[in-house]
Protein backbone atom coordinates (compact mmCIF):
# COMPACT_ATOMS: atom_id res chain seq x y z
CA UNK A 1 0.00 0.00 0.00
CA UNK A 2 1.19 3.43 -1.07
CA UNK A 3 2.34 6.16 1.33
CA UNK A 4 1.25 9.50 0.49
CA UNK A 5 0.88 13.04 1.90
CA UNK A 6 -2.35 14.17 3.15
CA UNK A 7 -3.63 16.71 0.49
CA UNK A 8 -5.65 19.65 1.80
CA UNK A 9 -7.48 21.89 -1.38
CA UNK A 10 -7.41 25.40 0.04
CA UNK A 11 -9.73 27.73 -2.06
CA UNK A 12 -11.94 30.73 -1.69
CA UNK A 13 -15.22 30.62 -3.76
CA UNK A 14 -17.85 32.54 -4.94
CA UNK A 15 -21.42 31.64 -3.79
CA UNK A 16 -21.61 29.50 -7.17
CA UNK A 17 -18.50 27.94 -6.97
CA UNK A 18 -16.13 30.06 -9.44
CA UNK A 19 -12.54 31.19 -8.92
CA UNK A 20 -12.70 34.24 -10.14
CA UNK A 21 -14.63 36.86 -12.78
CA UNK A 22 -16.04 35.92 -16.12
CA UNK A 23 -13.56 37.82 -17.59
CA UNK A 24 -10.85 35.97 -16.26
CA UNK A 25 -7.23 36.74 -15.40
CA UNK A 26 -5.90 37.03 -12.09
CA UNK A 27 -8.44 37.14 -8.67
CA UNK A 28 -7.91 37.37 -5.35
CA UNK A 29 -11.71 37.12 -3.87
CA UNK A 30 -11.50 36.50 -0.59
CA UNK A 31 -11.38 38.88 2.64
CA UNK A 32 -9.26 39.79 4.99
CA UNK A 33 -11.03 36.12 7.24
CA UNK A 34 -9.69 34.15 4.07
CA UNK A 35 -6.48 35.61 4.58
CA UNK A 36 -5.50 34.40 7.45
CA UNK A 37 -7.35 30.95 6.87
CA UNK A 38 -5.03 30.71 4.17
CA UNK A 39 -1.75 31.43 6.24
CA UNK A 40 -3.03 28.76 9.00
CA UNK A 41 -3.14 26.31 5.95
CA UNK A 42 -0.12 27.58 4.98
CA UNK A 43 1.49 26.97 8.47
CA UNK A 44 0.07 23.43 8.63
CA UNK A 45 1.62 22.39 5.24
CA UNK A 46 4.93 21.26 4.43
CA UNK A 47 4.69 22.23 1.11
CA UNK A 48 1.94 24.22 -1.57
CA UNK A 49 0.80 22.75 -5.01
CA UNK A 50 0.13 25.07 -7.41
CA UNK A 51 -0.22 24.48 -11.47
CA UNK A 52 1.76 26.59 -14.16
CA UNK A 53 -1.64 28.59 -15.32
CA UNK A 54 -2.14 29.94 -11.93
CA UNK A 55 1.23 31.02 -11.37
CA UNK A 56 1.64 32.52 -14.71
CA UNK A 57 -1.69 34.32 -13.52
CA UNK A 58 -0.45 35.48 -10.35
CA UNK A 59 3.71 35.33 -10.95
CA UNK A 60 3.80 34.72 -7.36
CA UNK A 61 3.41 32.15 -4.49
CA UNK A 62 1.14 32.58 -1.06
CA UNK A 63 3.35 33.25 2.12
CA UNK A 64 2.89 33.11 5.67
CA UNK A 65 3.16 36.75 7.05
CA UNK A 66 2.00 36.56 10.35
CA UNK A 67 4.82 36.18 12.96
CA UNK A 68 2.79 33.85 15.07
CA UNK A 69 2.62 31.10 12.63
CA UNK A 70 6.14 31.56 11.71
CA UNK A 71 7.76 31.39 14.79
CA UNK A 72 5.32 28.09 15.98
CA UNK A 73 6.85 26.49 12.71
CA UNK A 74 10.49 27.54 13.85
CA UNK A 75 9.60 25.44 17.28
CA UNK A 76 8.74 22.51 15.32
CA UNK A 77 12.54 22.93 13.57
CA UNK A 78 10.79 23.75 10.13
CA UNK A 79 11.30 26.39 7.67
CA UNK A 80 9.53 29.88 7.85
CA UNK A 81 7.52 29.26 4.52
CA UNK A 82 6.07 25.77 2.97
CA UNK A 83 8.33 24.41 0.07
CA UNK A 84 6.04 25.34 -3.21
CA UNK A 85 5.67 22.46 -6.06
CA UNK A 86 4.48 23.83 -9.27
CA UNK A 87 3.50 21.38 -11.87
CA UNK A 88 4.27 21.96 -15.30
CA UNK A 89 3.30 19.96 -18.40
CA UNK A 90 4.72 22.37 -20.68
CA UNK A 91 8.19 24.21 -19.03
CA UNK A 92 7.06 27.72 -20.08
CA UNK A 93 7.59 29.62 -17.16
CA UNK A 94 9.57 32.88 -17.14
CA UNK A 95 12.38 32.86 -14.37
CA UNK A 96 11.51 36.67 -14.37
CA UNK A 97 8.37 36.32 -12.10
CA UNK A 98 8.41 37.56 -8.54
CA UNK A 99 8.16 34.29 -7.58
CA UNK A 100 12.04 33.46 -7.83
CA UNK A 101 12.58 36.00 -5.92
CA UNK A 102 10.58 35.12 -2.77
CA UNK A 103 12.21 33.35 0.03
CA UNK A 104 11.05 29.68 -0.53
CA UNK A 105 12.23 26.20 -1.71
CA UNK A 106 11.03 25.79 -4.99
CA UNK A 107 10.33 22.44 -6.76
CA UNK A 108 9.32 22.04 -9.90
CA UNK A 109 7.06 18.67 -11.04
CA UNK A 110 7.46 18.20 -14.79
CA UNK A 111 7.13 15.07 -16.90
CA UNK A 112 10.37 15.69 -18.13
CA UNK A 113 13.05 17.93 -17.87
CA UNK A 114 12.77 21.37 -18.73
CA UNK A 115 15.54 23.60 -20.69
CA UNK A 116 18.81 24.65 -18.25
CA UNK A 117 17.92 27.91 -18.17
CA UNK A 118 14.37 27.66 -16.24
CA UNK A 119 15.56 24.72 -13.85
CA UNK A 120 18.12 25.86 -12.62
CA UNK A 121 15.99 28.45 -10.92
CA UNK A 122 14.29 25.82 -9.22
CA UNK A 123 15.89 24.05 -6.24
CA UNK A 124 15.01 20.58 -7.82
CA UNK A 125 12.99 19.26 -10.63
CA UNK A 126 11.12 15.97 -10.20
CA UNK A 127 9.57 13.46 -12.25
CA UNK A 128 5.88 14.11 -12.48
CA UNK A 129 4.38 10.27 -12.68
CA UNK A 130 2.08 8.81 -15.12
CA UNK A 131 -0.53 8.83 -11.57
CA UNK A 132 -0.93 11.10 -8.72
CA UNK A 133 -0.56 8.15 -6.78
CA UNK A 134 3.13 7.51 -7.59
CA UNK A 135 3.84 11.09 -7.62
CA UNK A 136 2.66 11.59 -4.50
CA UNK A 137 4.29 8.96 -3.21
CA UNK A 138 7.59 10.15 -4.43
CA UNK A 139 6.97 13.56 -2.69
CA UNK A 140 6.03 11.74 0.92
CA UNK A 141 9.44 9.99 0.23
CA UNK A 142 11.28 13.37 -0.01
CA UNK A 143 9.90 13.95 3.47
CA UNK A 144 6.62 16.31 2.85
CA UNK A 145 3.56 14.63 4.75
CA UNK A 146 1.34 17.99 3.95
CA UNK A 147 0.35 19.46 1.05
CA UNK A 148 -1.71 22.53 0.70
CA UNK A 149 -3.33 22.37 -2.95
CA UNK A 150 -3.85 26.17 -4.27
CA UNK A 151 -5.04 25.31 -7.49
CA UNK A 152 -6.07 25.98 -10.51
CA UNK A 153 -8.95 23.70 -11.82
CA UNK A 154 -7.38 21.37 -13.71
CA UNK A 155 -4.80 20.47 -11.13
CA UNK A 156 -7.71 20.15 -8.53
CA UNK A 157 -9.43 17.95 -10.87
CA UNK A 158 -6.53 15.82 -12.11
CA UNK A 159 -6.58 15.01 -8.42
CA UNK A 160 -9.96 14.83 -7.86
CA UNK A 161 -10.20 12.05 -10.80
CA UNK A 162 -7.42 9.82 -9.00
CA UNK A 163 -9.86 11.03 -5.40
CA UNK A 164 -6.34 11.61 -4.00
CA UNK A 165 -7.70 14.91 -2.22
CA UNK A 166 -7.83 14.14 1.71
CA UNK A 167 -9.18 17.33 3.02
CA UNK A 168 -11.48 20.53 1.77
CA UNK A 169 -11.08 24.08 2.91
CA UNK A 170 -13.51 26.12 0.89
CA UNK A 171 -13.98 30.03 2.01
CA UNK A 172 -17.27 31.19 0.66
CA UNK A 173 -17.37 34.61 -0.73
CA UNK A 174 -21.16 36.28 -0.77
CA UNK A 175 -20.25 37.16 -4.56
CA UNK A 176 -21.59 35.54 -8.05
CA UNK A 177 -19.30 35.63 -10.16
CA UNK A 178 -20.94 33.29 -13.09
CA UNK A 179 -18.51 32.58 -16.34
CA UNK A 180 -16.46 29.45 -16.70
CA UNK A 181 -14.00 29.52 -13.82
CA UNK A 182 -15.35 26.98 -11.52
CA UNK A 183 -12.96 25.28 -9.43
CA UNK A 184 -13.55 21.95 -11.18
CA UNK A 185 -13.13 21.62 -14.34
CA UNK A 186 -16.69 21.97 -16.04
CA UNK A 187 -16.73 18.68 -18.23
CA UNK A 188 -15.78 15.32 -16.07
CA UNK A 189 -17.18 12.10 -17.66
CA UNK A 190 -15.04 9.56 -15.30
CA UNK A 191 -14.88 11.26 -11.76
CA UNK A 192 -15.31 8.41 -9.30
CA UNK A 193 -18.55 8.04 -8.34
CA UNK A 194 -17.41 7.72 -4.58
CA UNK A 195 -17.18 11.35 -4.39
CA UNK A 196 -20.61 12.14 -5.30
CA UNK A 197 -22.40 10.15 -2.26
CA UNK A 198 -23.77 11.81 0.33
CA UNK A 199 -21.33 10.15 2.97
CA UNK A 200 -18.31 11.12 0.94
CA UNK A 201 -16.85 13.97 2.68
CA UNK A 202 -17.17 14.62 6.58
CA UNK A 203 -18.04 18.18 8.06
CA UNK A 204 -15.15 19.03 10.03
CA UNK A 205 -16.04 22.62 10.60
CA UNK A 206 -18.16 25.53 9.52
CA UNK A 207 -16.94 28.91 11.19
CA UNK A 208 -18.49 33.15 10.33
CA UNK A 209 -14.77 34.46 9.40
CA UNK A 210 -15.98 37.84 9.01
CA UNK A 211 -16.77 39.97 5.62
CA UNK A 212 -19.64 38.02 5.37
CA UNK A 213 -17.49 34.85 4.23
CA UNK A 214 -17.87 31.46 5.55
CA UNK A 215 -14.84 29.22 6.01
CA UNK A 216 -15.75 24.98 5.40
CA UNK A 217 -14.01 22.34 5.97
CA UNK A 218 -14.51 18.79 4.76
CA UNK A 219 -12.92 15.49 5.34
CA UNK A 220 -12.48 12.63 3.13
CA UNK A 221 -14.31 9.70 4.60
CA UNK A 222 -12.12 6.64 3.55
CA UNK A 223 -14.13 4.21 5.76
Known sequence: MLTLPRV???????????LALSSGG???IGGEGDKKALEEALAWSDATLMGRTTLSLHQSTCLI????????????????QPLSLIV??????????????????????????????????FDDQLLLRETWGETLETLH???????A???????ITSLLLEDKIDELQITFVPRILTGKYSWTSINIDNLPMELSKGNTWDL????????????????????
Open 8 to 18: RLVIAASLDGR
Open 26 to 28: KAN
Open 65 to 80: HDTRLINQRRKEGRPD
Open 88 to 121: SKQGSIDNSWRFFKQPIKKWLLSPRKISPLISKS
Open 141 to 147: QKGLSKI
Open 149 to 155: LLGGSKL
Open 204 to 223: EGLKDIGGNEVLLKYLRNRT
